[in-house]
């Protein structure tokens, strides 16, 4: 049996409330097993209070590639 987990990474998610909400919706609506992962680099944003998935991720740039793709899988 081939299982896959879902899931939609949302970065430099600060100042997209909006589109989180958006996103959830609609994923829900595809599969409710997908989790939406809102990430940034800052660790003080608004949607570390509420999302439980919330990750802090390193600032995008070449040096940091595999790590931020260690967050993915």
Known sequence: MNIQKKN??????SSKLSMYNSICHA????????TVIP???DKNVLLKYISREFKVMPKTKDENL????????
Do not use: G, N
């Open 66 to 73: 595999h790590e931020i793709i260690d967050y993915l899988f």
């Open 39 to 41: 990430a940034d680099s």
């Open 8 to 13: 939609i990474m949302l970065t430099s998610s």
């Open 27 to 34: 994923a829900k609506r595809i599969d409710k097993k997908i």
